[in-house]
């Protein structure tokens, strides 16, 4: 079975960090473009950044840019997204989203995907 599983949400004070992973089982990341996607109550879902198969490309919204941090470890089978700074704006439901890929060498976060996982909440509040 071919799943995305994402962890590292939770409740964190305005200002703070999380660390969000996005772990793959039944199937290898390595040609797979990555998209972290969220999802506040009532409102549509936003796109937040991705990376490339190789890492060598990544992209961010500008509501997070400057703040927020893809990466991957392929070995590990496993995509990050380190947020700081963060803000009650932040709060939302995270994906994590799989596209194959291993061509583009310049990532675009709006693009079809083919796996998802369940999504994490991040809540930030004091």
């Known amino acids: 079975q071919l799943q995305l599983v994402e962890s590292g949400g939770g409740l964190v004070q305005p200002g703070g960090s999380l660390r969000l992973s996005c772990a793959a089982s039944g199937f290898s990341l390595n040609n797979y473009a990555i998209g972290w996607f969220r999802q506040a109550p009532g409102k549509e879902r936003e796109g937040v950044s991705c990376i490339t198969m190789s890492g060598g490309s990544t992209n961010y919204a500008d509501s997070v840019k400057g703040r927020f941090t893809i990466s991957r470890d392929n070995a590990r089978n496993t995509v990050y997204l380190e947020m700081n700074s963060l803000k009650p704006e932040d709060t939302a439901v995270y994906y994590c989203?799989?596209?194959?890929?291993?061509?583009?060498?310049?990532?675009?976060?709006?693009?079809?995907?083919?796996?998802w996982g369940q999504g994490a909440q991040v809540t930030v509040s004091s």
């Open positions: 989203a799989a596209a194959f890929d291993p061509y583009s060498t310049i990532c675009v976060i709006q693009r079809h995907y083919s796996h």
